[in-house]
């Protein structure tokens, strides 16, 4: 069973940027189809942005879209979140998540498709 270990996280002012950062401790990495989810404070968990086992199709929320690129290095087994402009409301826990594929090179956006999770990494933006 894939494990996630997510890093990067922390807290930055208003219009800064983060990386976020998924190892998998699996090696067959490409097997998995990949999604970032966050969690703000009282808020519903929310589908952030997904990536396919290729890298060749990528989905994004409209809350990320233009400020968010979500990329994967398959042979480091690695998944990665570029925040950039973040705004306040961008405050969450994110969390990465795995789903496994057999033959389909398809991206995955609803936290329900997918049966792996990482702990997750907070991200604190300061108005």
């Known amino acids: 069973q894939v494990q996630l270990v997510e890093s990067g996280g922390g807290l930055v002012q208003a219009g800064g940027a983060l990386r976020l950062t998924c190892a998998a401790s699996?090696?067959?990495?490409?097997?998995?189809?990949m999604g970032w989810i966050r969690q703000g404070p009282g808020k519903e968990r929310e589908f952030v942005a997904a990536?396919?086992?290729?890298?060749?199709?990528?989905y994004y929320a409209e809350s990320a879209k233009g400020r968010f690129t979500i990329s994967r290095d398959n042979a480091k087994n690695t998944v990665y979140l570029q925040m950039n402009s973040l705004k306040f409301k961008d405050t969450a826990v994110y969390y990465c998540?795995?789903?496994?594929?057999?033959?389909?090179?398809?991206?995955?956006?609803?936290?329900?498709?997918?049966?792996?999770w990482g702990q997750g990494t907070r991200v604190t933006v300061s108005s």
């Open positions: 998540a795995a789903r496994v594929v057999d033959y389909s090179d398809n991206y995955y956006y609803t936290a329900g498709e997918y049966g792996h």
């Open positions: 699996e090696r067959t990495f490409n097997k998995y189809a």
């Open positions: 990536i396919s086992w290729s890298g060749g199709k990528i």
